[in-house]
């Protein structure tokens, strides 16, 4: 490249579109410089700078909802900007914000670095909200390759929980081998679509706008076929769909609570993201991505749903109960590719996000308030008699259950009711009849968690050789982290009752 | 009258408010007033409604006190929160508002654990049900049967009695399974009627313009036959439900099976039937013989109870088979004969539970073989049962109302299935059976030797005012409009007239 193709070419860059991510990466090193800088008596703040930084992001991101741009691709194609998009940033930051808030309170009961942790979510945060709207394959691997190894860190960050080090080593084997099929997946589109000999060959088969193009003009070419398979199972991976599944319980368990909940929340809301990306390149083999999807959701729902019903350990039960939730949102995935029912169907899986982040952001609020020190012993045992001790935590926590079971008034119903619809537009009847058994059986599990924290019980009486009781201590709720539960209980019920502005903009499209 | 506040909206928010009122620490005497008030306006509101319907009638729809309230989704999806009254719900309407007076003034007097949680539960569950019967929007309509379930489920799992944990578990599997086919048959009218909405008044409209496929007919009526007759225990998805009446507590048992359980057969009455003439014609064969099965086999379990509380359980689940059966005859004299029992049903079997209750009190068993003699100690309890006994039987007297609804079932039966009333005729016989067995053992004869040592520590006195009053309340509705049907069977005429000449055309072979 000459010095003016170099030229001609940065002339695309726009800076100013991807403002926020790039402050959220200053803010990940200000909080680094930050730890060496302060004294350390006053290293308490440095969580409450990259709180108040992530709240300033998210407010900018809100009142700019809709820049200029919209629409339009910027830095030669990799990136594109969409109302999807923009939805997809105020939700990681969201994540980011409350993921820190629990981390705050988790770090506080570990003997740990605690500026590498809050310095990590931002960087994968950032990461996440460029996935978001990659438009080109080779930024699509590096976002997601950043989100991944920020990830292999923070799951094994209590690292004197042996747990915690197995969920990292496994969430790297697993996470590599995934990695490793995404690139191999994407070499293949890039081989058939980059060679000159081919019909509607492309110059860059990396950027979707030209993979597209050339897609619809071979819709039955066998090696492309074979790589679009490989990109869904290395997208597979990260939402956790079966048969990808197998890392979920365990790195589940292990990881520290705050994790489990940026893994379960965010990392899945970024699957989802780049399966409706990618399902909009390759619309021309629409008939093999539904049968593909089609076998892995309906999997995904019984065989989450299932295996949650046997778990005793919450942080397991949440994440089989969360694989289910995957096979849900892949089923409005499936009806977005139907022609007609498209953008409705987009709306359906941003809408049941959404209410999934506030139900699991409450559980998981809770749970990491009643962990012990050791974070991967909570076991439904554990919330005995919550209602007694704790009334407001087990209020919290039955909202946030019943949402994610998807009980009326609750936001979680309106989610599973908006993907029933689209995919009932879209007539997948099999797959409904599916779902419709996975929410049953998972009323066993998510009912009888609020059993044990509501109903009184029998307790076994304490065997006589053990000194004290193992469960954990429970200590009071300080007053902004309760103001912070309630907040986002009321808003699983309000979104219930009332989806206002924002349901008519998802769905009305 | 023209009401200067919606009337249907003050119903469903009043008991709401209240229940958010009760959270504030008040003392207990104002919790109790607020509950008094939060019980009664609906009440009220039912008997205005009742009062001023004909004046607010309008015609063009069939509606009176008609309101549409915009939640964000109407433009989008065609939901929204319409609320008003037809000649159907209008009667289901003034009966909720009476039962649920009742149950709250009832459980106003009981010593429970934590009264106002307990309170706030059960004026959550009374906001539902007013909401049930005020819905024009079938989305809604499903939505506060939810609403008002869940805290059901929360009150046989924290009040309940006998096995409630597992009662409430039980129930709430099968109540979410009903739900969840009841849903997707909902849904399916919804998408494939082309109508786009869930407004029952659009839905019908719809419908008779472009009509509906028979295929689509008949597998939306085999869906909410069966979701919705899991709902009210047809036979034989039942056996939730005298096992939940056994564990639940009494007021909750008065709204259940009362008012809550009601939602099925209205449900079919006022939307399935009218909207599906193919399907319901199809279907109803198979449907009046699971009536059966309620009404004789059931009724035979009933008569085979020892306790009194699982027999009125029984003798509810096997009443509703005349519903069913109402239902099954497609016409609108047996519809009509359907919603005057549902009145009729509602309003003697809460009396029956809250009497059974009452004398648990004073016996401290509900097996009756260990009672006897009752009736020395407590005549006016005697007379009150055995008022609810008549009732419950259809004997013109108590039971008047009773016996205009099971008299035109059974013409209607005999009209459509002849023989068929034969084997329903019989269930008369039965309940008589059990009823009046039930009285003697509990209230004639010798006091058993088990009463006689309970009324050794024990003081057995006679009903109190603060429990004559629910019952009296329950017993001077069900009298006066057993004595004056004319005011409900006149706007409900007119309603069946103006919806069910459809299924009349589809009943013709």
Redesign the interface.
């Known amino acids: 490249m000459t010095i003016e193709q170099l030229k001609a070419a940065a002339a695309d860059n726009l800076w100013a579109a991807i403002a926020p991510e790039i402050m959220i990466g200053l803010l990940a090193l200000a909080l680094l410089v930050a730890e060496l800088v302060l004294p350390k008596k006053r290293h308490g703040i440095i969580p409450l700078i990259s709180l108040s930084g992530l709240l300033g992001v998210f407010l900018g991101l809100l009142m700019n909802f809709r820049p200029l741009d919209l629409g339009g691709t910027t830095f030669n194609g990799l990136l594109r900007h969409t109302e999807g998009s923009q939805f997809l940033r105020v939700y990681f930051v969201l994540c980011a914000l409350l993921v820190t808030v629990l981390g705050i309170i988790a770090l506080k009961k570990q003997k740990m670095p605690k500026t590498e942790f809050f310095s990590i979510v931002l960087v994968i945060t950032a990461a996440l909200m460029l996935l978001g709207q990659a438009h080109n394959f080779i930024l699509l691997f590096v976002a997601l390759e950043t989100v991944t190894v920020g990830f292999y860190i923070l799951v094994s960050y209590t690292r004197t929980n042996p747990l915690s080090l197995e969920a990292g080593l496994k969430y790297l084997i697993l996470g590599a081998l995934s990695s490793a099929l995404l690139l191999f997946g994407i070499v293949l589109l890039y081989g058939v679509a980059g060679n000159p000999a081919a019909y509607a060959s492309s110059t860059n088969p990396m950027d979707f706008d030209a993979l597209r193009v050339f897609l619809a003009h071979n819709p039955d070419n066998f090696l492309a076929s074979v790589g679009i398979v490989l990109v869904l199972s290395g997208i597979a991976f990260k939402i956790g769909a079966v048969p990808f599944q197998i890392w979920v319980p365990d790195v589940y368990q292990g990881a520290p609570t705050p994790v489990t909940a940026f893994l379960a929340v965010a990392s899945k809301a970024a699957g989802f993201a780049l399966l409706m990306i990618l399902a909009g390149v390759f619309s021309s083999y629409s008939g093999l991505v539904i049968t593909v999807l089609s076998i892995m959701a309906g999997a995904t729902i019984l065989f989450g749903n299932f295996a949650a019903l046997t778990q005793h350990n919450v942080k397991r039960l949440i994440g089989l109960s969360g694989v289910s939730h995957a096979g849900y949102l892949m089923l409005g995935v499936i009806a977005a590719l139907t022609p007609g029912v498209g953008s ?1 169907a987009i709306g359906a899986v941003f809408f049941y996000l959404a209410a999934y982040l506030l139900a699991s952001f409450a559980v998981f609020g809770v749970m990491t308030h009643l962990a012990g020190s050791n974070d991967s012993d909570q076991e439904l045992d554990h919330y005995q008699d919550l209602v007694k001790t704790h009334p407001f935590l087990a209020g919290v926590l039955a909202i946030g259950l ?1 949402s994610l079971a998807g ?3 609750l936001a979680g ?1 309106m989610g599973k ?2 993907i ?2 689209v995919a ?2 879209a007539e997948l009847y099999w797959l ?1 009849a599916i779902a ?1 058994v996975g ?2 059986v998972s ?2 599990y998510y ?2 968690w609020i ?1 044990a924290a ?2 009184a019980h029998w307790r076994p009486p304490l065997p006589a050789d053990s000194v004290a009781d193992a469960r954990p201590v429970r200590a009071a709720v300080s007053l902004p982290f309760g103001v912070l539960l309630g907040t986002l209980a009321t808003a699983s019920i309000v979104l219930g ?8 903009w ?3 499209r | 009258m023209i009401f200067p506040f919606d009337p249907l909206l003050l119903a469903i928010v009043a008991p709401l408010a209240a229940a958010l009122l009760l959270i504030a620490p008040l003392p207990e005497r104002v919790v109790k007033a607020i509950a008094a008030l939060g019980f009664l306006v609906p009440a009220v509101l039912g008997f205005l409604t009742w009062w001023h319907y004909g004046a607010n009638l309008d015609a063009g729809t069939g509606y009176a006190f008609r309101t549409v309230y915009d939640t964000g989704l109407r433009d989008a999806l065609g939901i929204s929160l319409h609320l008003g009254l037809n000649g159907i719900s209008m009667p289901m309407f003034l009966m909720s508002g009476v039962v649920g007076l009742a149950a709250g003034l009832y459980a106003l007097q009981t010593k429970a654990e934590r009264l106002r949680f307990y309170l706030g539960l059960l004026l959550v569950m009374q906001g539902g049900l007013m909401g049930v019967f005020a819905s024009v929007d079938i989305f809604f309509f499903y939505f506060f049967h939810e609403f008002a379930l869940i805290a059901t489920f929360l009150m046989v799992g924290l009040w309940g009695g006998k096995d409630r944990s597992y009662a409430a578990m039980n129930m709430t599997i099968y109540l979410t399974l009903g739900a969840m086919l009841s849903l997707l048959g909902f849904i399916l009218i919804y998408i494939k009627s082309g109508a786009e909405s869930f407004d029952l008044i659009v839905l019908r409209h719809e419908i008779a313009q472009q009509g509906l496929s028979g295929v689509a007919q008949n597998y939306a009526f085999g869906l909410l036959m069966i979701g919705l007759g899991i709902l009210v225990s047809l036979f034989p998805f039942h056996t939730w439900a005298p096992l939940g009446y056994g564990a639940a507590p009494s007021s909750v048992s008065m709204l259940h099976a009362g008012v809550l359980k009601k939602f099925g057969l209205y449900g079919l009455v006022q939307i399935a039937v009218p909207l599906l003439p193919a399907g319901s014609a199809a279907w109803a064969p198979a449907l009046a013989w699971l009536a059966l099965g309620n009404i004789v086999i059931l009724g035979l379990v009933a008569m085979a109870q020892r306790d009194l509380k699982q027999m009125v359980g029984y003798g509810s689940v096997m009443h509703v088979g005349y519903g069913f059966l109402g239902v099954a005859c497609l016409n609108a004299l047996g519809a009509g004969g359907v919603v005057l029992f549902m009145v009729a049903h509602g309003l003697s079997v809460s009396l029956l539970f809250l009497l059974t209750t009452s004398i648990y009190h004073r016996t401290g068993t509900f097996d009756m073989d260990d009672m006897g003699g009752l009736v020395k100690k407590a005549p006016v309890l005697a007379a009150f049962f055995l008022t609810a006994i008549l009732a419950s039987i259809g004997l013109p007297g108590p039971g008047l109302l009773n016996f205009w609804g099971e008299l035109t079932i059974f013409m209607a039966t005999y009209e459509h299935f002849g023989w068929l009333v034969v084997p329903a005729l019989l269930g008369v016989v039965i309940s008589a059976i059990y009823g009046l067995r039930a009285m003697g053992k509990v209230f004639y004869g010798q006091p058993s030797a088990a009463f006689l040592k309970h009324q050794e520590s024990n003081v057995v006195t006679d009903l109190r005012w603060n429990e004559r009053i629910p019952a009296l309340l329950l017993i001077l509705t069900l009298v006066g409009f057993g004595v004056w049907p004319r005011t409900l069977s006149e706007p409900l005429n007119k309603t069946l007239g103006e919806v069910y000449p459809a299924s009349a055309a589809a009943v013709q072979k």
Do not use: D, R, S
Not at chain 1, 498 to 503: I, K, T
């Open positions: 409705q019943g009980i009326p008034p119903f009711l908006f029933f619809m009932f537009k409904l419709v929410v049953v009323i066993y009912f009888g059993k509501f109903f009752f009332y989806q206002g502005p924002l349901g008519a998802l769905l009305g």
